[in-house]
């Protein structure tokens, strides 16, 4: 009885977070990061400079998050921005449940 409580309240908990992450990306430079990401599909290569400033066109850039951005366009381009809203809502459910 008592893992059944226990099972049964992590439910309704993970059920209450996801209910609560089931909200926009309010990431203010979530279209940026798409445009990176389609920028690395199309190209198949991490750009070396920033392709979308007018202002450091030429210089130096690194990435870091380019494996997400990837994977975010990717996703976006699958499934829209509803895929983005139901992966965010399942990354934090797992972190919750893991936790």
């Known amino acids: ?7 049964s309240t992590r439910l309704v908990l993970a059920g209450l977070v996801a209910f609560l992450a089931w909200t926009d990306v309010w990431a203010a430079d ?3 990061q798409l445009a990176t990401g389609r920028w ?3 190209h198949r290569a991490v750009p070396r400079s920033d392709p ?5 066109a030429g210089r ?5 998050r380019w494996g997400f951005e990837a994977g975010a366009f ?5 499934a829209g921005p509803a895929g983005l809203v139901a992966a ?3 990354l934090l459910v797992a972190a919750f449940w893991l936790a």
């Open 1 to 7: 009885m008592v893992r059944f409580r226990r099972l």
């Open 30 to 32: 979530v279209w940026w």
């Open 40 to 42: 690395i599909v199309e």
């Open 52 to 56: 979308f400033s007018w202002t450091t």
């Open 60 to 64: 130096p850039w690194v990435e870091p």
């Open 74 to 78: 990717l996703l976006y381009r699958s």
């Open 88 to 90: 965010k809502a399942a």
